[in-house]
């Protein structure tokens, strides 16, 4: 069968990384002085957010794997037999991740080994919602090819959604990465009105989808968009990924959270929870909402 692999800022349920073996390819997180790799492990999710080090007083930020931690990833699974593989990366436009992987598969590939980099075209908890696509592919026994071909135009018609708690955070973080679509202006008066942006992100680029008054009643719009997916028979695929950027239990106390919860149970449609990836959380802020999924 195909092995999966996916990045780090795939947001998936751990159970999922668990069941299938799915191999992560670690984005780097810088922390002041101090360099790790993200690897979705629980326990440093859990360590990194309650620890609340992606503050906005904080120098933390994160960078994509690189092309010697793929190639020992990759590796690893040559070595134990897996001949057909596909790396699944965050969007190509937003880091180099991919073009890393594509690198390697290049080098690593012979006429017996087959390695697949596929572009997601998407996003954290878009990415996990890709990862379901391409595990549902695999288990319907399609090759590496096919899935590559199927999963970039399915990532295509992946839309997420996060909710901005605090647009400060959103404004430092771009600085940094010398993107200047937030002013000083714009989150000072989103700061005096309290005013949240809610982003949409696609394979063409990032929007503001709306603006709501309130951090509440900007995650309640935020579930009414999944809602009214849902309600009107949109979705591609009957799931929603959801990731919040701190404790999962946190989702459950989320305002609008368990009306979408019953709507998706009377729809058939499954809800999956993760938590964000540490990428998610320094680029979107700690206690960000987002959500994910395929439409007509």
């Known amino acids: 069968m195909v092995q999966l692999v996916v990045d780090s800022g795939c947001d998936l349920p751990d159970e999922f990384l668990r069941k299938y073996a799915i191999p992560v390819l670690p984005h780097s997180v810088t922390v002041g002085k101090d360099q790790f790799g993200d690897q979705r492990n629980p326990a440093q999710m859990s360590h990194f957010y309650s620890l609340s080090l992606v503050d906005r007083s904080r120098q933390v930020s994160s960078g994509p794997a690189d092309e010697d931690t793929i190639e020992q990833v990759l590796n690893k699974l040559l070595a134990k037999g897996h001949k057909d593989i596909v790396v699944q990366t965050i969007n190509a436009a937003n880091s180099p991740t991919y073009a890393n992987a594509e690198a390697v598969a290049r080098k690593l590939g012979t006429d017996d080994v087959q390695i697949h980099a596929v572009d997601s075209h998407t996003l954290f908890s878009g990415q996990g919602l890709l990862a379901l696509y391409t595990l549902s592919l695999i288990q319907k026994g399609l090759s590496g090819a096919q899935i590559k071909s199927r999963a970039e ?132 802020g700690p206690g960000t909402v987002a959500l994910a999924f395929a439409s007509k």
């Open 153 to 284: 135009e399915f990532g295509r018609k992946i839309v997420g959604y996060a909710a901005i708690k605090d647009v400060y955070y959103l404004r430092e973080r771009g600085r940094q990465k010398n993107e200047k679509s937030v002013s000083w202006l714009k989150a000072f008066m989103a700061k005096s009105l309290n005013l949240h942006p809610i982003i949409s992100m696609t394979y063409e680029g990032s929007t503001v989808a709306d603006t709501v008054k309130e951090y509440d009643s900007c995650n309640r719009r935020l579930f009414d968009i999944a809602a009214e997916k849902i309600r009107a028979g949109q979705l591609l695929m009957p799931a929603v990924m959801v990731s919040i950027a701190g404790p999962l239990q946190d989702l459950e106390k989320t305002p609008g959270f368990r009306e979408l919860q019953t709507l998706a149970a009377e729809h058939k449609v499954k809800l999956y929870r993760s938590v964000m990836s540490l990428s998610g959380g320094i680029n979107l």
